[in-house]
């Protein structure tokens, strides 16, 4: 199985979102934890690209 930058890039940013909105939490940041919540988000649905184009590729 090839891996896109989509693909990497998507779950890079999941990790980051998830860390942040963890943080933001523990430290009652709500800015942060909605700022989080928002770059997982973009990286679910980042990931999810990648994978469509890697499923694409390989049809």
Do not use: H, T, Y
Not at 33 to 51: H, P, T, Y
């Amino acid at each position: 199985m090839s891996i896109n930058k989509d693909q990497v890039k998507g779950r890079a940013d999941q990790a980051v979102g998830k860390v942040k909105e963890v943080v933001g939490a523990a430290v009652g940041n709500k800015e942060l934890e909605l700022k989080g919540a928002i770059q997982k988000n973009v990286g679910v649905v980042q990931a999810k690209v990648g994978d469509i184009k890697s499923s694409i590729s390989k049809a």
